[in-house]
């Protein structure tokens, strides 16, 4: 069976443009959430969708968002994108929400560059 | 201000002996405890968790146990092996929610 995949890989954007990640939870997994890794730190939590609703939301500002897709694959978008973006952009899995202490799966991440 | 801290940036232990790895916390809401082990070009792959109802749990070579007076926790991997060699994140959580993450130690078990 799969595990979480997340599209790109690799990114390389420059100051100002806008960016779409993509994730794919485990088949039969319903809520999806994405983190921001900066180099030497740990995951970041940014938002968590479950059920194509979103269900948390952490500190960041309001050029993120993301959504769910009746799949229950999600993207996220980044716009103006700022050089302190740069990170690796994590992707998790779970088969319900956070608050039900599901176990979440990592996708490998997409590491974004910006320039 | 970092509530989940892991102030050792990294530790090299020999193998077949006990690895300590510890985690701090300033939150006393968090209920839910978890080590995550990531190896490089790959996401974190979950460990072992323990519930702030309880001060110890064990799977296999790993047991975490949980102080919350000091609101401290520690994962003990014994014994080590080669393969265990990677950046290990404690994370916490209040209610399952908003899973925050330490910034990770580096293991290196020698051979």
């Known amino acids: 069976d799969a595990g979480v995949t997340q599209s790109p890989t690799h990114l390389i954007k420059t100051r100002g443009q806008h960016v779409t990640l993509r994730c794919s939870p485990i088949s039969g997994h319903k809520s999806v959430s994405w983190y921001q890794q900066v180099l030497g730190q740990g995951p970041q939590f940014i938002f968590q969708?479950?059920?194509?609703?979103?269900?948390g939301r952490g500190n960041f500002p309001d050029r993120f968002s993301a959504r769910q897709f009746p799949n229950y694959s999600s993207e996220l978008n980044v716009n103006a994108l700022l050089l302190g973006d740069s990170a690796l952009y994590l992707c998790?899995?779970?088969?319900?929400?956070?608050?039900?202490?599901?176990?979440?799966?990592f996708g490998p991440g997409t590491r974004l560059t910006v320039l | 201000d970092q509530q989940v801290k892991q102030n050792s940036p990294s530790l090299s232990v020999q193998e077949g002996r006990i690895s300590i790895l510890n985690c701090d916390y300033t939150n006393s809401m968090f209920d839910y405890f978890l080590w995550y082990k990531k190896y490089p070009a790959e996401g974190p792959t979950f460990l072992i968790s323990?519930?702030?109802?309880?001060d110890k749990n064990e799977d296999g070579r790993f047991t975490v146990f949980l102080n919350k007076s000091a609101k401290h926790l520690s994962l003990h991997i014994v014994p080590s092996q080669p393969g265990d060699s990677a950046v290990y994140f404690c994370?916490?959580?209040?209610?399952?929610?908003?899973?925050?993450f330490g910034p990770g130690t580096r293991l290196s078990v020698l051979p």
């Open positions: 323990i519930s702030s109802i309880k």
């Open positions: 998790a899995s779970s088969l319900g929400p956070q608050s039900s202490y599901n176990e979440q799966f």
């Open positions: 969708y479950y059920e194509k609703e979103e269900r």
């Open positions: 994370a916490a959580s209040n209610y399952g929610q908003n899973f925050v």
